[in-house]
């Protein structure tokens, strides 16, 4: 099934919120480990372990969700991200979970709510996210200028350790990652990057705990490397509850 025929079930509304919760936890995982779309990233077995755990024992129980829906939309979702056309580029799996993260973040303050701790999976994926855009530098071709005109031939781009990556994702967004830098201390760089309205819209430390949480998440990322980071938060989703 495509996103387009997904969105129009009855349980669409509910996909559309699991997908972008989805692609929150691990494309920038994926990305940061040379994955370069949603099949690949299923493909691999570490990284499709950390999305079941996050899918099932975070995303669609703080979806309150009846238990039949919930499965619907998780297949439906799941199933799209693997299809045979070979899944959502990264451009685009960005795009979207950027797109819904006001969904996102609600679905982990329900999480905190009822558990009285933030989901260990999604905030690591949003952790990660922050990692992976506040690498991003504008490329700037020879000759041009340093303004922020968009001349032609001017875009933003990703360094991994395969090479450069294009992203194009809003302008203002990257603009404002492009102040931040991925070798900042967590505690910064989770301060610094939350606390930019230009980017979310609003003071994200605000969210109980949230900056504390990202800041471990960061310096888990930078000490551990982004797999043992990824595999140590898929089991705390499981364990936190208790299954």
């Not at 387009?4 to 919120?17: C, I, Q, W």
């Not at 919930?70 to 580029?89: K, P, R, S």
């Not at 973040?105 to 329900?110: A, G, H, I, P």
């Not at 939350?194 to 504390?212: F, K, M, N, P, S």
Request: hydrophobic share 40%; proline share 2%.
């Amino acid at each position: 099934m495509t996103y387009e025929e997904l969105d129009r079930t009855e349980s669409g509304k509910l996909a559309a919120v699991f997908r972008g919760a989805l692609l929150l936890a691990f494309a920038a995982p994926g990305f940061l480990m040379g994955k370069n779309t949603t099949r690949e990233c299923m493909k691999d077995d570490d990284i499709r372990l950390f999305l079941g755990n996050t899918l099932l024992y975070e995303i669609m129980p703080a979806s309150h969700a009846e238990k039949s829906a919930a499965e619907t939309a998780a297949g439906g979702v799941c199933g799209a991200l693997e299809n045979a056309g070979g899944g959502l580029d990264m451009n685009t799996s960005f795009s979207m979970a950027l797109s819904s993260v006001g969904d996102t973040l609600e679905l982990m303050s329900r999480y905190l709510e009822d558990n009285s701790f933030l989901p260990w999976g999604l905030s690591f994926g949003f952790a990660s996210l922050i990692m992976t855009l506040s690498g991003v530098r504008r490329h700037r071709p020879s000759g041009e200028g340093k303004d922020r005109g968009g001349k032609e031939g001017a875009f933003y781009e990703l360094i991994r350790e395969d090479g450069p990556f294009r992203v194009d994702l809003d302008e203002d967004t990257l603009c404002a990652f492009s102040r931040l830098a991925c070798d900042m201390s967590g505690e910064s760089l989770a301060y610094a990057a939350l606390a930019d309205v230009e980017i979310w819209g609003r003071d994200l430390r605000e969210i109980h705990g949230l900056e504390e949480t990202v800041a471990e998440h960061l310096r888990d990322l930078q000490m551990l490397g982004v797999r043992e980071a990824m595999i140590l938060n898929g089991k705390r989703a499981r364990e936190a509850s208790g299954l």
